[in-house]
């Protein structure tokens, strides 16, 4: 059984989208890691479109577009300013090694695809497959937020968590209704807006982004 | 029509607050708005005793006995804790802890958080729901700083990353849930209103169901501060200024347990199963024995009622995870008592602290001679939550308690435990903050705790005497979640 | 059957014979992009002749282990060579040509290596093989990671029907399949001791992997061992070209097909040497303990390309 070639584009996208993932855990660079994920939300962009012009569901173009302009052009913009700003694109070894984070990862894809595995037989989707590759996407952003100590990574990390999420919909449900992804994206786009607030003012009261610093309230 | 006023009041509320600035009288309008809120949720609520549930808006909204019934709590506890937070935060900006642009920063995010969770609470669409509790979270973020103390600031940090990966996963579990819905519902806008998956959801597909349950659950359960996703909930509540405190206590966990509600119902009509409620039984009754213990370490005293919001909402959890008309009729009263206690409590906290100028419980002591109105309210308050009988917790543990005896009795010695251990150590905190010797003179000007006693008096009259057409209310929500 | 034999007979020869000219090629293409001016294509023909024709040097300390394990390794990679199906599929020694069979021999050759290389005793021979050891620890499982993620596709470990389904199949876009190749790529560079995890032109101790397992061979022992270098690199090519490249190769029994067979591969060869040469050219050395991290890659993309097999294409 061979699919048609739009679909097996959108698997090699999903896959795409798998391996920028694990590109991102493996990142130490902040202005790196912000390319990854506007490569990420570009890969995401057209698969949504290659979606909605193979299923004729319109209003995926409106996903697909706003997407490319938040993700590929206008987050990363602000993203790289800040970074620019704030002066903080040195290299940060995260908490837990590379390669440890690597293999963490590829268990966690394994563990997803299991999860996804009787989904994807029941669905009815053609590209029901990619759930698998969604949840394994989410999943991987998650160890991305919980090994980073640093601010901005892991805001890209819950990003990248919901270009995932947003992957989820697209592929295996050809898109939530459109009112529902656009509240999706009003709030992405005020929580990010929130965030940059919340990382100048953290700057301002630490004289750093290193979450580092931020370990007082804890339980005695 | 009155859904409309509902929703409209608390956004234009926002907006023009936001404009108002710090010109004068921004807390009295901060008050109006929500008292007009408050109307306009007892005229819906008239409505819906009256009529029934109903359906507006081409179906984007739906109102019936038990979402109605959060409305008017919501909308209440709302417009009491504006009345209480105009001399709080005129204090609190005397003390220097505030400026106008912060004070503006609050009356608006405040009404906007109300918005949401109206929102959340009356729309039809779980997908709008998300959308809505991603919101209330998001105002409420930058108010859980709002002192920018390095202290403030990581709470709201911890708080914003906690709670966003929990409803990004709340995400993916609507997203399943649209995924099982849109074989039967086909695609489009249809598919995700609650109504016409309640109308179908013995169709459902049940592998995905229960997985999407799982989503929702952890989703909206950290934001409920279930264990052991909670550790957001006690910084983010000892950190914020107290009227924040108070309503993200006695509101947000309820709005987001009720989103859990609602899939539950859906689950359980799916799968014909006990899954989802023994899932959330398991976490409700941890959390409700971990937040006892936790309780018992504290030396702050908005962390300890904060360990004690964990406590209560697992129990409620827990009892809405049993099931059957009485249990979910105990969870429902429950939410009422706790929410009015809890705000009260913290309400009264708040000037406790401001007068001490600490939250270290060892550094505030004779309440009672220094001012005995706070004494005496937080006194009454704490009784009323630990389930001391006059008070209406007392009923509505007595019922969920009961009621675990007669359906799990396995659970109720540590129900039993905990709240036992949670009794001993927050009335041992209290009794010396409230009776202890002092050397601090009496204060010159009375705090105004209206709300705290408005709020003790309803817990205890209903604690006393629940009138008939509520009994009746509570009974038809109960019927409503699966008896 | 005799036809068979002939042509397998033919291509192990050609391999080998063939296998110092690709070396010199990509010398060649090398010299070219970094604006030096190349020694000739030939170069590793006459520097084995050179090699063959002086007298062996040996340590006295040395054991026969020593002397027999360039013949051994020069075996080892022959064989390989022989196996990969270049220009024909389906040769009388197919049956052998399994590709775990194929790490197997790989492996032994290594060890020979590595065990001749601390025969001495010297400090360099000791620390070039326990590097050795380090890369091919991690090279050899993310080489069985690639095979099994082909052998999936083809529901077998044996190269000639692997070859047979890819290049006889509809179209169609493997993303697993891509993967596998990416790290295959990263393996070869790994294993053939080329930038970025060794340098195979230079002798500085503190980088040096390779080179410092052969600086006690000399003359026809050498000789051997860079005449199995560049039979190692023809492999991995060929190998390379079987499974990711394969359309060309001549399937069974079919004479008129192999000219054609052969000119294609020659012009694949071509153009992979000339990949190879560039992708050196514009890469640095990393730092031996950064080869690791290289490597984790590689077996990363590996075992991802293996599980998007089972997700996306089954």
Same mark, same amino acid.
């Given at each position: 059984?061979?699919?048609?070639?739009?679909?097996?584009?959108?698997?090699?996208?999903? &896959?795409?989208?798998?391996?920028? @993932?694990?590109?991102?855990?493996?990142?130490?660079?902040?202005?790196?890691? /912000?390319? =990854?994920?506007?490569?990420?939300?570009?890969?995401?962009?057209?698969?949504?479109?290659?979606?909605?012009?193979?299923?004729?569901?319109?209003?995926?173009?409106?996903?697909?577009?706003?997407?490319?302009?938040?993700?590929?052009?206008?987050?990363?913009?602000?993203?790289?300013?800040?970074?620019?700003?704030?002066?903080?694109?040195?290299?940060?070894?995260?908490?837990?090694?590379?390669?440890?984070?690597?293999?963490?990862?590829?268990?966690?894809?394994?563990?997803?695809?299991?999860?996804?595995?009787?989904?994807?037989?029941?669905?009815?989707?053609?590209?029901?497959?990619?759930?698998?590759?969604?949840?394994?996407?989410?999943?991987?952003?998650?160890?991305?937020?919980?090994?980073?100590?640093?601010?901005?990574?892991? /805001?890209?990390?819950?990003?990248?968590?919901?270009?995932?999420?947003?992957?989820?919909?697209?592929?295996?449900?050809?898109?939530?209704?459109?009112?529902?992804?656009?509240?999706?994206? =009003? $709030?992405?786009?005020?929580?990010?807006?929130?965030?940059?607030?919340?990382?100048?003012?953290?700057?301002?009261?630490?004289?750093?982004?290193?979450?580092?610093?931020m370990e007082k309230l804890r339980e005695k | 029509?009155?859904?409309?006023?509902?929703?409209?009041?608390?956004?234009?509320?926002?907006?023009?607050?936001?404009?108002?600035?710090?010109?004068?009288?921004?807390? #009295?309008?901060?008050?109006?708005?929500?008292?007009?809120?408050?109307?306009?949720?007892?005229?819906?609520?008239?409505?819906?005793?009256? $009529?029934?549930?109903?359906?507006?808006?081409?179906?984007?909204?739906?109102?019936?006995?038990?979402?109605?019934?959060?409305?008017?709590?919501?909308?209440?506890?709302?417009?009491?804790?504006?009345?209480? @937070?105009?001399?709080?935060?005129?204090?609190?900006?005397?003390?220097?802890?505030?400026?106008?642009?912060?004070?503006?920063?609050?009356? @608006?995010?405040?009404?906007?958080?109300?918005?949401?969770?109206?929102?959340?609470?009356?729309?039809?669409?779980?997908?709008?729901?998300? /959308?809505?509790?991603?919101?209330?979270?998001?105002?409420?973020?930058?108010?859980?700083?709002?002192?920018?103390?390095?202290?403030?600031? #990581?709470?709201?940090?911890?708080?914003?990353?906690?709670?966003? /990966? %929990?409803?990004?996963?709340?995400?993916?579990?609507?997203?399943?849930?649209?995924?099982?819905?849109?074989?039967?519902?086909?695609?489009?806008?249809?598919?995700?209103?609650?109504?016409?998956?309640?109308?179908?959801?013995?169709?459902?597909?049940?592998?995905?169901?229960?997985?999407?349950?799982?989503?929702?659950?952890?989703?909206?359960?950290?934001?409920?501060?279930?264990?052991?996703?909670?550790?957001?909930?006690?910084?983010?509540? &000892?950190?914020?200024?107290?009227?924040? @405190?108070?309503?993200?206590? %006695?509101?947000?966990?309820?709005?987001?347990?009720?989103?859990?509600?609602?899939?539950?119902?859906?689950?359980?009509? &799916?799968?014909?199963? $006990?899954?989802?409620?023994?899932?959330?039984?398991?976490?409700?009754?941890?959390?409700?024995?971990?937040?006892?213990?936790?309780?018992?370490?504290?030396?702050?005293?908005?962390?300890?009622?904060?360990?004690?919001?964990?406590?209560?909402?697992g129990l409620i959890t827990f009892a809405f995870g049993m099931g059957g008309a009485v249990a979910n009729f105990a969870a429902l009263l429950h939410m009422t008592m706790h929410s009015l206690t809890k705000s009260a409590i913290f309400f009264a906290v708040g000037h406790a602290t401001q007068k001490a100028g600490t939250q270290l419980m060892d550094d505030i002591r004779g309440l009672i001679k220094t001012n005995p109105t706070i004494g005496w309210g937080l006194m009454l308050g704490t009784i009323a939550i630990l389930g001391v009988p006059p008070f209406g917790v007392f009923a509505s543990e007595f019922l969920i308690i009961t009621t675990a005896m007669h359906e799990h009795p396995w659970a109720t010695p540590f129900l039993l435990l905990a709240l036992g251990v949670a009794f001993a150590s927050i009335f041992g905190r209290v009794q010396p903050m409230v009776f202890g010797e002092t050397e601090l003179p009496r204060l010159p000007h009375q705090p105004a705790l209206a709300p705290v006693f408005l709020h003790l008096g309803l817990v205890l009259m209903l604690g006393l005497f629940i009138p008939p057409y509520l009994a009746d209310w509570y009974r038809q929500a109960a019927e409503l979640l699966g008896g | 059957m005799s036809t068979g034999i002939l042509l397998q007979l033919a291509q192990s020869l050609l391999a080998i014979l063939l296998a110092p000219l690709l070396m010199g090629w990509v010398n060649q293409c090398r010299a070219w992009l970094q604006g030096r001016s190349a020694p000739p294509i030939t170069q590793p023909y006459r520097t084995l002749r050179k090699l063959f024709h002086k007298d062996a040097v040996i340590a006295h300390n040395a054991s026969p282990l020593f002397r027999f394990a360039p013949y051994m390794i020069f075996a080892c990679m022959a064989l390989a060579a022989g196996i990969v199906p270049t220009i024909a599929n389906d040769l009388p020694f197919s049956p052998a040509a399994d590709v775990i069979a194929l790490v197997g021999i790989f492996a032994l050759a290594r060890v020979f290596l590595a065990l001749a290389a601390m025969d001495i005793g010297s400090p360099f021979g000791t620390l070039g093989a326990r590097r050795e050891m380090l890369v091919s620890f991690l090279a050899e499982p993310a080489l069985l990671m690639v095979f099994f993620t082909a052998s999936f596709i083809a529901q077998s470990t044996e190269l000639p029907v692997i070859v047979q389904t890819l290049a006889h199949r509809e179209f169609a876009i493997y993303p697993s399949i891509s993967f596998a190749a990416v790290a295959f790529w990263m393996i070869s560079v790994a294993e053939n001791a080329r930038i970025p995890v060794d340098n195979p032109s230079t002798h500085l101790e503190l980088t040096m992997i390779h080179e410092a397992m052969i600086l006690e061979y000399s003359a026809r022992h050498l000789a051997l061992i860079e005449w199995a270098v560049a039979l190692k690199l023809f492999t991995y090519s060929t190998l390379g070209i079987a499974l990711f490249l394969p359309w060309g190769i001549a399937p069974q029994g079919d004479i008129a097909a192999l000219p054609l067979a052969l000119l294609v591969m020659i012009a694949k060869l071509l153009l992979g040497g000339a990949a190879l040469a560039f992708l050196e050219t514009i890469s640095a050395k990393v730092r031996l303990f950064r080869a690791p991290e290289f490597l984790g890659t590689a077996f990363l993309l590996a075992v991802l390309g293996m599980l998007i097999h089972f997700l996306l294409e089954v």
């Open positions: 059984m061979t699919l048609a070639y739009h679909l097996q584009i959108v698997n090699l996208l999903a &896959a795409l989208l798998l391996l920028i @993932s694990f590109a991102m855990l493996s990142q130490r660079r902040v202005v790196a890691l /912000v390319t =990854l994920f506007a490569w990420q939300g570009a890969a995401l962009a057209t698969s949504t479109a290659i979606v909605a012009w193979s299923t004729d569901q319109h209003h995926l173009y409106y996903s697909a577009a706003l997407t490319l302009l938040l993700k590929v052009i206008a987050m990363p913009w602000y993203f790289y300013r800040l970074v620019r700003k704030l002066n903080v694109n040195r290299v940060v070894e995260p908490m837990i090694n590379i390669p440890t984070t690597m293999l963490i990862g590829i268990v966690l894809v394994i563990f997803a695809f299991n999860l996804a595995l009787p989904i994807s037989e029941i669905s009815g989707t053609v590209t029901r497959s990619t759930l698998g590759i969604a949840m394994a996407i989410v999943l991987l952003s998650f160890l991305m937020m919980i090994t980073r100590t640093k601010a901005i990574p892991q /805001v890209i990390g819950f990003l990248a968590m919901e270009n995932g999420l947003f992957f989820a919909a697209t592929s295996a449900t050809y898109g939530m209704p459109l009112v529902v992804e656009l509240g999706v994206a =009003l $709030d992405v786009l005020v929580g990010v807006f929130v965030l940059g607030i919340f990382i100048f003012q953290i700057r301002e009261t630490f004289d750093s982004l290193d979450l580092k610093h | 029509m009155e859904i409309f006023w509902l929703l409209g009041i608390p956004l234009a509320g926002g907006v023009f607050l936001a404009l108002w600035g710090s010109r004068r009288h921004a807390p #009295e309008i901060n008050a109006l708005f929500s008292l007009a809120t408050l109307l306009a949720a007892a005229a819906l609520t008239h409505r819906i005793i009256e $009529d029934g549930p109903m359906m507006v808006g081409a179906g984007w909204f739906f109102i019936d006995s038990f979402n109605v019934f959060l409305v008017a709590l919501t909308a209440f506890v709302a417009f009491t804790t504006a009345l209480f @937070s105009r001399p709080y935060m005129r204090i609190e900006q005397e003390h220097g802890r505030l400026n106008d642009k912060r004070l503006r920063l609050y009356h @608006s995010s405040y009404q906007i958080f109300i918005g949401a969770m109206l929102l959340a609470l009356t729309t039809n669409n779980m997908g709008i729901l998300w /959308v809505a509790m991603e919101a209330a979270t998001l105002a409420t973020v930058l108010l859980v700083s709002l002192y920018r103390t390095p202290a403030s600031l #990581e709470a709201a940090w911890k708080y914003f990353i906690l709670c966003g /990966v %929990g409803i990004a996963l709340a995400l993916f579990g609507t997203i399943l849930l649209y995924f099982a819905a849109e074989k039967i519902l086909g695609s489009g806008g249809t598919a995700l209103l609650w109504t016409h998956l309640n109308g179908v959801k013995a169709q459902l597909e049940p592998t995905v169901l229960s997985l999407a349950f799982v989503f929702l659950l952890v989703g909206y359960g950290t934001k409920v501060g279930l264990a052991p996703l909670h550790s957001w909930l006690p910084d983010a509540h &000892a950190e914020g200024p107290t009227p924040v @405190s108070a309503v993200l206590s %006695g509101l947000l966990l309820n709005v987001a347990l009720y989103a859990v509600m609602r899939s539950k119902v859906l689950v359980d009509g &799916a799968l014909g199963t $006990d899954m989802a409620g023994n899932l959330m039984m398991g976490f409700g009754l941890f959390s409700v024995v971990l937040a006892a213990f936790m309780i018992k370490r504290q030396t702050d005293v908005k962390r300890m009622f904060a360990y004690s919001s964990i406590e209560h909402m | -």
